[in-house]
């Protein structure tokens, strides 16, 4: 009965490790280091919502000191990236234009810190199955005078989806099912009176 069972609850867990696929990224820039633009900081995305959490700032020697931030992702073979989006919250010393520019490949998307929160990046470009993804806050604008500056702080999110890694629906219930088998079949040799030979 153990054996039989062993090799159910095995073969289960097997089954769970298979469908997990790597863990999301949780990247946070003041935690695990700064995203310097050079050299680019690489990570790998796993399946769910991955986010990076950090800041990017421009100004004219003000409070904040200018920070670009630039990464990149490695995509495991099969995987997709089917949406990208950014919250954010805004701290201001007076700069008319808290923007940056944030880059995918060839593609360019202005970020409006003053605005709305959170926002879509890179619909046009999604879903993205590469096996790699460099994103980098290229440009930040100001509009400030001396002693003016501003700082976004961020979190990045990125969905992946891989549909190598996601069970059958049927399979959590076959695994059930065949645990319960397994227990029942023991149960019932654990009731069976003893032969003399």
């Not at 100004?59 to 949406?83: I, N």
């Amino acid at each position: 009965m153990k054996t039989g069972l062993s090799r159910v609850m095995g073969a289960a867990l097997a089954l769970a490790a298979l469908s997990a696929g790597a863990a999301p990224l949780s990247y946070n820039e003041a935690i695990d280091g700064d995203l310097h633009p050079f050299p680019t900081t690489s990570m790998s995305l796993g399946v769910g919502t991955n986010t990076v959490t950090g800041s990017v700032a421009s100004g004219s020697s003000g409070r904040f000191p200018t920070d670009f931030d630039s990464f990149s992702f490695e995509l495991a073979a099969g995987a997709t990236v089917t949406s990208i989006s950014m919250s954010f919250t805004l701290e201001n010393d007076g700069a008319s234009f808290p923007e940056a520019i944030w880059v995918l490949g060839s593609a360019f998307q202005r970020v409006d810190f003053s605005g709305a929160s959170p926002v879509d990046l890179f619909a046009a470009q999604l879903p993205w199955t590469a096996s790699a993804l460099e994103i980098s806050a290229n440009s930040n604008a100001c509009g400030c005078v001396q002693g003016q500056s501003w700082r976004a702080n961020y979190v990045l999110s990125l969905e992946v989806t891989d549909p190598q890694t996601v069970p059958e629906p049927g399979t959590p219930a076959l695994l059930l099912a065949a645990a319960g088998g397994a227990a029942l079949l023991g149960r019932r040799r654990n009731r069976r009176p003893l032969q003399a030979a």
